[in-house]
């Protein structure tokens, strides 16, 4: 399967600042990639699909101008968090979509990052 | 609104035994459903699939089963192995979505021994 990353890996930061994760592919070119926030001992909830070079498609109830994404090349996306706040603090997951062995669904998952907001 | 739901938060399973992990969706568009195995502070990892026309899908010790008209799923793992202790999703994909996947909230496997 491929191969992604995501930096950092957890993330300290005070209200109201900015937090930029980056989510790469190492070995393979996407054209989609996922960003997935998890609270604790919750389900993986879809923030927005990253496009290469177009703008993102986010889902409803998450707030576009709070969560900025770019994917500006085939291997990098990331997502930025604005004006942070402690109701922020998540576990922050991305995929590639849609690429797999045997199936045309199977995305695969970077590590995560950790973002507290103190 | 869960489309997706595992009804049983954890599981408790004796090694060697068979572990059954049950999954429930509500859309009917729903055509493609996926296992995966998340450890804690760790993305998940990609474990089985199954399409929709089929209701068995088999992949070493997972075996995964679908049942479209009761609208339910299964991951069957056998042998348990202490390893396999981890969070367990499941995931669904509707025809024309893209890819994209709606999770379930998980179940937590722990074999014990």
């Known amino acids: 399967g491929a191969v992604v990353s995501q930096h950092p890996s957890w993330v300290i930061c005070k209200s109201g600042t900015s937090v930029k994760i980056e989510c790469r592919s190492l070995d393979f070119q996407a054209t989609t990639m996922f960003w997935y926030r998890q609270f604790p001992k919750q389900s993986l909830m879809l923030m927005a699909t990253?496009?290469?070079?177009?703008?993102?498609?986010?889902e409803q109830g998450v707030e576009k101008d709070k969560f900025l994404i770019n994917h500006a090349s085939l291997t990098l996306s990331t997502l930025t968090v604005t004006s942070a706040h402690p109701e922020d603090s998540s576990f922050y997951i991305c995929?590639?979509?849609?690429?797999?062995?045997?199936?045309?669904?199977?995305?695969?998952f970077g590590p995560g990052t950790r973002l507290t907001v103190l | 609104d869960q489309q997706v739901k595992q009804n049983s938060p954890s599981l408790s399973v004796q090694e060697g035994r068979i572990s059954i992990l049950n999954c429930d969706y509500t859309?009917?568009?729903?055509?493609?459903f996926l296992w995966y195995k998340k450890y804690p502070a760790e993305g998940p990892t990609f474990l089985i699939s199954?399409?929709?026309?089929?209701d068995k899908n088999e992949d070493g010790r997972f075996t995964v089963f679908l049942n479209k008209s009761a609208k339910h799923l299964s991951l069957h793992i056998v042998p348990s192995q202490p390893g396999d202790s981890a969070v367990y999703f499941c995931?669904?994909?509707?025809?024309?979505?893209?890819?994209?996947?709606?999770f379930g909230t998980g179940t937590r496997l722990q074999v014990t021994l």
């Open positions: 990253s496009n290469e070079g177009s703008k993102a498609t986010y």
């Open positions: 995929s590639l979509g849609g690429h797999g062995g045997g199936g045309y669904n199977e995305q695969f």
């Open positions: 995931a669904a994909s509707a025809i024309g979505t893209a890819s994209k996947l709606t």
């Open positions: 199954i399409s929709s026309i089929k």
């Open positions: 859309n009917s568009m729903f055509d493609y």
